[in-house]
T-cell receptor, first 112, second 114 residues
């Protein structure tokens, strides 16, 4: 398996623009997680899905953030409108039965 | 909820020395403790884990110990090499009822000088 796949790897955008991050989990995994990593706050769990259903989105910072998982092999994290404070590395991770998380390479987002 | 504290935030050692990273957790129901290594520009990768029914686990140069009574666990790396330089994260989670959703420590930046 190729592991968790994320795209794009880097994104530079201007404040106010919509940003969409994409994730393909490992085949057969039933949990999918979105994390945000910054120097100030470390690794934060934003939202996670089980069998494509959002279970806990309490980590989503505000309504500008939304996540979907239309099927077992694809998820998106959308920020609209983006703000400079959203600049971070966003990781997608997947696991089987909520066990060990396998992380993707991350998307480095810079909002100018 | 769970709270995980990790120390030190930075650790600098000479090649060949040992390195120890310590974590404490607050939720006595936590029963799964993974450790992740994050290299520059990459996502965290699992290097070793331990469950609450085990006190120690070893895999070549790395080992993890768990003290459930004191609610702390540690990562030990022996004979450090420059390629061990990375950020290490500890985590605590509970399952299966808690679905093993991890709470991460803030990370330790390990620098191994050749």
């Amino acid at each position: 398996d190729a592991g968790v796949i994320q795209s794009p790897r880097h994104e530079v955008t201007e404040m106010g623009q919509e940003v969409t991050l994409r994730c393909k989990p490992i085949s057969g995994h039933d949990y999918l997680f979105w994390y945000r990593q910054t120097m100030m706050r470390g690794l934060e769990l934003l939202i996670y899905f089980n069998n494509n259903v959002p279970i806990d989105d309490s980590g989503m910072p505000e309504d500008r953030f939304s996540a979907k998982m239309p099927n077992a092999s694809f998820s998106t994290l959308k920020i609209q409108p983006s703000e400079p404070r959203d600049s971070a590395v966003y990781f997608c991770a997947s696991s089987f039965a909520g066990g060990t998380d396998f992380f993707g390479p991350g998307t480095r987002l810079l909002v100018l | 909820g769970e709270n995980v504290e990790q120390h030190p935030s930075t650790l600098s050692v000479q090649e060949g020395d040992s390195a120890v990273i310590k974590c404490t957790y607050s939720d006595s129901a936590s029963n799964y403790f993974p450790w992740y290594k994050q290299e520059l520009g990459k996502g965290p990768q699992l290097i070793i884990d331990i469950r609450s029914n085990v006190g120690e686990k070893k895999d070549q140069r790395i080992a993890v110990t768990l003290n459930k009574t004191a609610k702390h666990f540690s990562l030990h790396i022996t004979e450090t090499q420059p390629e061990d330089s990375a950020v290490y994260f500890c985590a605590a989670s509970k399952g299966p009822g808690g679905s093993y959703i991890p709470t991460f420590g803030r990370g330790t930046s390990l620098i191994v000088h050749p």
